[in-house]
């Protein structure tokens, strides 16, 4: 949902813990035809100018076109998915003093349509990435989002859960991009990987993100997808891999 890493949907977390951030009740009005949007926040740090000089907000809640849609926004959180208006938006992370990156403008997004929004970039370069959402099967699936600008393209694939091993590539997704392969109608012991199989950035299980799938089983009730993200980094010693599971 890194070593931390997340879990949405049900889940997302740092490497080995999981989190999601909920949009407070009520903050945005309902949207009758408008797109789903979910949030992360992939940069390692969120810095404005204090004092003349960029210094990290750290954590913050973030706002679109002016309403608050997570209370919390830090590195490597994902919130759960909203309903907004079709077209572009204004994002801003802003912390208790009133500090702001932003606004970032995304971009336009399509009624009916499912999106990732993710915030990349470092002082005073950030974005906004907009992720279309891969289509949910009756199978089980491993999608890859490409987050990280320090990489231009990035290899994933799957791996045996039990003993670490048979890593086997399965694709590759440029920066923006989001790249999804079906992995069977079910599987079990299974893990993905972002990286060169003989030596990947991270790995990620859905035990991982889900303790109860502890077999590492897709599909799991209804969750049929794991999702891999890839941020930049922030931590020598950190891989940054994030994860989720989605149905």
Known sequence: MFLPRAVLACAFAL??????????????????GGARVRFADGAPLLETLINGVPQDIGTAYLQMDGATVASQFSYGTLTPFLGVAAGAHSLVARDQLGYAVGPLKTPSLT?????????????PNYRVLAFGEPKSTSG??????????????????????????????????????????????H??????????ANAPIGT????????????????FHRIGRLSLFLFDRKYASVAPVFGSLDQ
């Not at 990620?204 to 599909?219: G, K, Y």
């Open 187 to 196: 599987v079990a012991n299974f893990g993905g990987f972002v990286g060169p």
């Open 111 to 123: 009624a009916g349509s499912r999106y990732t929004l993710i915030v990349v970039g470092a002082y």
């Open 140 to 185: 089980a699936q491993l999608s890859f989002y490409e987050a990280s600008p320090a990489v231009a393209t990035a290899d994933f694939g799957s791996f045996t859960a039990s003993n670490h091993s048979n890593f086997k590539p399965l694709g590759s997704a440029h920066l923006g991009n989001v790249v999804t392969v079906g992995i069977g109608g």
């Open 204 to 219: 990620l299980t859905p035990a991982q993100i889900d303790p109860f799938d502890a077999h590492n089983v897709l599909p």
């Open 15 to 32: 490497s080995a813990c999981g989190g999601s951030n909920a949009a407070p009740s009520g903050a945005l009005p309902a949207q009758q």
